[in-house]
């Protein structure tokens, strides 16, 4: 499974080296608000991407089942995010305590899934990888900015992640639809 996971990120690298480098750079930056749009960019382009522009045939050229290349694909982009939150906490931007530096990458790890999720479920759906989760994205900032504590979505969202364990479970339902879809539709739009 390791050599599948090597050849993998290698194939991801390859291609995408430019966007991987851009985006690594602005995710250094250790303040999670900030950091969001560059996980959305880096998110929606993952696999989605790649589905949108029907490029998976370079993929399934390699052999993984579906289910394979939605996992690696997603585990790739949570070792960037996670290489470039640790890296970036090591630069002096202020104190950082152990448990906002484990907290702020927890919050990233459960934003980008869920946003990688949202672009596969619209790819698979047949639209496009960025513009539907941007408009998701616009209106996940509007909902949960809708009277705080008293609003029902904002322990939910992927923005403000009210609660922790709340979001962390509607990033998982969003990941699990999103790999079920995907297995069942394919990797061609």
Same mark, same amino acid.
């Given at each position: 499974? #390791?050599?599948? *996971? ?13 966007? =991987?480098?851009?985006?690594? @750079?602005? @995710? =250094? /930056?250790? &303040?999670?608000?900030?950091?969001? *749009? ?9 696999? $989605?991407?790649? !589905? ?13 089942? @579906? ?10 982009? /949570?070792?960037? /995010? ?6 970036? +906490?090591? %630069?002096?931007?202020?104190? =950082? ?11 990233? *790890?459960?934003?980008?899934? +869920? ?7 619209? !790819?698979?759906?047949?639209? &496009? ?6 408009? %998701?994205?616009?209106? &996940?900032?509007? @909902?949960?900015? *809708? ?18 364990? +709340? ?5 998982? !339902? #969003?990941? $699990?639809? +999103?790999?079920?879809?995907? !297995?069942?539709?394919? $990797?061609?739009?």
């Amino acid at each position: 499974m #390791l050599k599948r *996971i090597e050849a993998f990120y290698m194939k991801e690298f390859s291609e995408k080296a430019g966007r =991987l480098f851009v985006f690594s @750079l602005f @995710l =250094l /930056v250790p &303040d999670f608000g900030f950091k969001t *749009i560059f996980i959305f960019l880096l998110a929606t382009s993952m696999l $989605a991407w790649d !589905v949108q522009q029907k490029r998976t045939v370079n993929i399934m050229i390699l052999p993984y089942t @579906l289910s394979e290349v939605f996992l690696i694909s997603w585990l790739f982009m /949570v070792s960037i /995010v996670t290489i470039t939150h640790f890296i970036g +906490a090591a %630069v002096p931007f202020g104190p =950082l305590s152990v448990t906002y530096l484990w907290t702020a990458w927890l919050n990233s *790890i459960i934003f980008a899934t +869920a946003y990688y999720s949202i672009a596969m479920i619209f !790819v698979t759906s047949g639209m &496009d990888n960025f513009g539907m989760p941007f408009l %998701v994205l616009i209106g &996940d900032w509007i @909902l949960s900015s *809708i009277g705080s504590y008293r609003n029902f979505y904002w322990y939910i969202s992927p923005v403000s992640q009210g609660n922790i364990f +709340a979001a962390a479970t509607f990033a998982f !339902v #969003l990941f $699990a639809t +999103a790999l079920y879809l995907f !297995v069942k539709k394919g $990797a061609t739009k």
